[in-house]
């Protein structure tokens, strides 16, 4: 069975960094993609940053110079590291792996921002 988990998640000033990190368990068989999502209560989920087997990376604009995600291909391991945080970047992070059986994901780690 298939596991997501993720850490590094909490309160931070703004101006702060976090890193967060996520672990898989299981076997997943294709991996296409590696990335983080995030949502806060109303909205839907966004993408925040994915990276490819590849290594080649996608960032959203709003975070694009101060979010850097990294994976570990053979621990299949995948990090965000976030810097410059501001209030807006509050929300549930999840961890996600696009893979050709399907798409997997994590619980969720809250990420608090004060300003």
């Known amino acids: 069975q298939v596991q997501l988990v993720e850490s590094g998640g909490g309160l931070v000033q703004a101006g702060g960094s976090l890193r967060l990190s996520c672990a898989t368990s299981g076997r997943i068989f294709g991996i296409i993609t590696m990335g983080w999502y995030r949502q806060t209560p109303g909205k839907q989920r966004d993408m925040v940053a994915r990276?490819?087997?590849?290594?080649?990376?996608n960032y959203r604009d709003s975070v694009k110079g101060r979010f850097s995600i990294s994976r570990d291909n053979a621990k299949n391991t995948v990090d965000l590291q976030m810097s410059s945080l501001t209030p807006e970047d509050t929300a549930v992070y999840y961890c996600n792996v696009q893979s050709v059986t399907g798409d997997y994901w994590g619980q969720g780690t809250q990420v608090t921002v004060s300003s």
């Open positions: 990276i490819t087997n590849g290594g080649t990376t």
